[in-house]
């Protein structure tokens, strides 16, 4: 079913129809601001900490940035 839909619309469209591109942080980040923030919502293998922290320290951010994993007792955190 779903690898095949993929391949025909794959091979009928072009892969732009059938891939997601890469995630662009700087550009979100560029795009972002107190009122609009960046928010990740992951599916599995998805990990963007390293990109993150390698933001974070090239706009000077790196000592103020808090990672948060917002499972079971962390929303108090989040706060």
């Known amino acids: 079913g ?3 839909t993929r391949n025909f619309v794959g091979g009928e469209l072009g892969k732009l129809y059938t891939e997601s591109p890469p995630f662009d942080l700087i550009g979100s980040y560029e795009d972002s601001n107190s009122c609009s923030p ?3 919502v992951l599916s599995a293998g998805a990990d963007p900490t390293d990109q993150l ?3 974070a320290k090239a706009k000077g951010f790196d000592e103020r940035l808090h990672m948060i994993s917002l499972g079971q007792g962390q929303g108090p955190k989040a706060e």
């Open 2 to 4: 779903n690898i095949a």
């Open 38 to 40: 960046i928010i990740f």
């Open 53 to 55: 922290l390698r933001l």
